[in-house]
């Protein structure tokens, strides 16, 4: 983004002082990306801080946030940031709105985004396969997701999807290989530190071994 306003900064100079009139048209949309990329961030700012507390469903502005930089990215004929976009309104409605139906159509358009932004709607696909009692469905996402991931490298993503392959596994009365999913993933999430997916992972891995 620091970028993007230096080069906004530019055109502005090449605007004032060299004459260059299509600068202007040309910072516009530099600024909308920069826009966009900024209600990105805030939305999903919003949205750990809901994981955080569960609280203010109603009062988040997050989908409106992601709705309005969805229509920046398209008018700058981004396909990577829409996709983006719509992947975080389909979570919006998926995890703070509990509705996976409204969710599904902005996970399936999110698969036309990057690799990461795959990762995450095949993610969010697999926890809706998982809901509806589709379980080898819900692998068959989790399985893609966590190959993607394993090839950017986003190892806590993959502890995280190694979690959800671990209850499915467990539902469908497989706890050896749910144990096996629950302890890559606690390995995994030791490895990169910190608590969260830690956490879901240990008591993925008591489950399995309850069981």
């Not at 516009?28 to 920069?34: F, G, I, S």
């Not at 469903?57 to 396909?79: H, I, K, Q, W």
């Not at 806590?156 to 392959?165: E, P, T």
């Given at each position: 983004?620091?970028?993007?306003?230096?080069?906004?900064?530019?055109?502005?100079?090449?605007?004032?002082?060299?004459?260059?009139?299509?600068?202007?048209?040309?910072?516009?949309?530099?600024?909308?990306?920069?826009?966009?990329d900024?209600?990105?961030?805030?939305?999903?700012?919003?949205?750990?801080?809901?994981?955080?507390?569960?609280?203010?469903?109603?009062?988040?502005?997050?989908?409106?946030?992601?709705?309005?930089?969805?229509?920046?990215?398209?008018?700058?004929?981004?396909?990577?940031?829409?996709?983006?976009?719509?992947?975080?309104?389909?979570?919006?409605?998926?995890?703070?709105?509990?509705?996976?139906?409204?969710?599904?159509?902005?996970?399936?358009?999110?698969?036309?985004g990057?690799?990461?932004?795959?990762?995450?709607?095949?993610?969010?696909?697999?926890?809706?396969?998982?809901?509806?009692?589709?379980?080898?469905?819900?692998?068959?996402f989790?399985?893609?997701?966590t190959?993607?991931?394993?090839?950017?490298?986003?190892?806590?993503?993959?502890?995280?999807?190694?979690?959800?392959?671990?209850?499915?596994?467990?539902?469908?009365?497989?706890?050896?290989?749910?144990?096996?999913?629950?302890?890559?993933?606690?390995?995994?999430?030791?490895?990169?530190?910190?608590?969260?997916?830690?956490?879901?992972?240990?008591?993925?891995?008591?489950?399995?071994?309850?069981?």
């Amino acid at each position: 983004m620091t970028d993007r306003f230096a080069l906004a900064d530019d055109l502005y100079h090449a605007a004032v002082f060299q004459g260059d009139l299509a600068a202007t048209d040309a910072a516009d949309r530099v600024l909308d990306a920069v826009e966009a990329d900024l209600l990105m961030a805030r939305g999903m700012n919003l949205h750990a801080r809901f994981l955080a507390d569960r609280e203010n469903v109603d009062a988040t502005p997050e989908p409106a946030m992601f709705e309005r930089a969805g229509d920046l990215y398209g008018s700058l004929n981004d396909t990577d940031g829409v996709a983006w976009a719509r992947f975080w309104t389909g979570c919006y409605h998926h995890v703070v709105r509990d509705d996976a139906a409204t969710a599904m159509p902005h996970f399936e358009a999110a698969l036309a985004g990057s690799a990461l932004t795959r990762s995450y709607a095949l993610r969010h696909l697999g926890f809706v396969a998982h809901t509806e009692g589709r379980l080898e469905a819900a692998m068959d996402f989790f399985t893609a997701s966590t190959r993607l991931r394993r090839e950017l490298g986003f190892t806590a993503g993959v502890a995280a999807n190694l979690v959800g392959m671990a209850h499915v596994n467990l539902q469908a009365g497989r706890p050896g290989e749910a144990r096996k999913y629950a302890d890559e993933a606690v390995e995994l999430a030791e490895a990169v530190g910190g608590t969260g997916v830690l956490t879901w992972a240990r008591e993925a891995k008591a489950a399995a071994d309850a069981a």
